[in-house]
Each structure stands twice: as C-alpha cells, then as structure tokens.
C-alpha cells in the first residue's frame, strides 16, 4: 500500500526568507502524481503544486518550486520570499493513475510566517 | 475559489440524532470524494462516486453512507450520531481524466 510521511509537525520562517518543507512516500507503482495542497485556517484546501512522476523535470509555480527525487522518493516543496498569506496547513499527496483519482495524505505540516 | 458547497460549516449535535452533511458542485464533475480529517491529522477517503447511481467505500472504515442520485449532489449521512464521529468532513469533485481536485470548506462536526 502506498503511504505519505510528513516529518515535520511544524514549520517557521521569517517574512520574504525561503523555507522548506519536507515529503517522502512509498509506492511500488512506477508512474504517479504527487501534490502538495494548501489548507488556510477555515477555509477550502486548494492545490499548490504537482509533479508528475515521469517527468523529470521539477515542477515550479511562481514562488513555489519542488524537489522530486524519484529514487529517493522524496518530495519536498521550498517556498521562496514568504508572504503572511502563506500560513496555513501544507499536506503532500500522492496519487495513482488509476480511475479512482483517490488521494493519499501525509500528516501535514503546520507553517507559521513571523513578519 | 473553486465551485463546491458543503453545508453546514459547523454541527453540534447530540448522540442517537440522525445527520446528513451536504456536498454540491457546480462544475459538472463526475468523480466526487468524501475525506474524513481528525485535529492534526492527515485525510482519509472515506467514500467516493465515480457518477449517478455510483458509490464505494474507501480506504478508512466509516459508518456513514453515501448517495448519489444527481451529478451534482453528494451527500453524507449518519444514521446515528456518536462522539466517536466527531471530526471534520471535506467533500471534493474531480473531472474524469483530470488530475487536480477541489474541496470545499468541510464541515466540523461535533457529537456530544
């Protein structure tokens, strides 16, 4: 069975610095999807950032960028010049190419922006 | 912000009550998703529809149910409340052949 693990709880960082937060997961499948998703206080999870497995290339979307080692199967998401608006609950997710489209979520990390 | 509805926003209810929680999207999505979330914890899926008339159970075993009559409508139900039920509940849709899902707001539930 496929698993995500998140090893940081909490994360902080200092408004406009760089930060880093962690992902690894496991799968035997070969091709995927992994994701890292957004979670503000009260409001609606929305999608950061994907990386598709067979793509070698790591995925960038403005400020956030991610380091994807296959063989490591390590998944990380840096975020650069952080904003206030950044705070949130960040979950890394992994996902089959199968029908199903079900997610699999590691434990989220929680990342405080200090002005 | 993406067109998914989910009502009620919070719920306190009493143990033995009978509940539905609901999920709407306006985006015509097939797939639609029910994850359930503890205090700090990561989301199970708890249910999922691949369209009309199409339910499964997921990964996390719930005792709630599910139906899904119409595209757009995906509602939860408790038969019977218990505070072990207590946790927050996020719907999300997806279009078939499509990789990014949406979510809505949830819902918190609390069973006293």
């Known amino acids: 069975a496929q698993t995500v693990t998140q090893s940081q709880p909490e994360m902080s960082v200092q408004e406009a610095e760089t930060v880093t937060l962690s992902c690894t997961y496991d799968t035997s499948e070969s091709d995927y999807y992994l994701f890292w998703y957004k979670q503000p206080p009260s409001r609606q999870m929305i999608l950061v950032i994907r990386q598709e497995a067979y793509k070698q290339q790591n995925a960038t979307e403005n400020r956030f960028s991610v380091n994807f080692q296959k063989a490591a199967k390590s998944f990380s998401l840096k975020i650069s010049d952080s904003q206030l608006g950044d705070a949130a609950m960040y979950f890394c997710a992994y996902r089959d190419r199968s029908n199903t489209g079900k997610l699999i979520f590691g434990q989220g990390t929680t990342l405080q922006v200090k002005p | 912000e993406a067109d998914i509805y989910q009502t009620p926003r919070y719920l306190v209810i009493g143990t033995g009550k009978k509940i539905t929680l609901e999920c709407s999207q306006t985006?015509?999505?097939?797939?639609m998703y029910w994850y359930q979330q503890d205090p700090g914890m990561e989301l199970h899926l708890i249910h999922y529809s691949y369209g009309v008339n199409s339910t499964e159970k997921g990964d996390l075993s719930s005792e709630s149910t599910v139906s899904r009559i119409r595209t757009e409508h995906f509602p939860l139900t408790l038969e019977s409340a218990r505070p072990s039920h207590t946790s927050q509940y996020l719907c999300?849709?997806?279009?078939?052949?499509?990789?990014?899902?949406?979510f809505g707001q949830g819902t918190r539930l609390t069973v006293v």
């Open positions: 999300a849709s997806m279009r078939g052949g499509e990789v990014e899902a949406f």
């Open positions: 985006m015509g999505h097939d797939k």
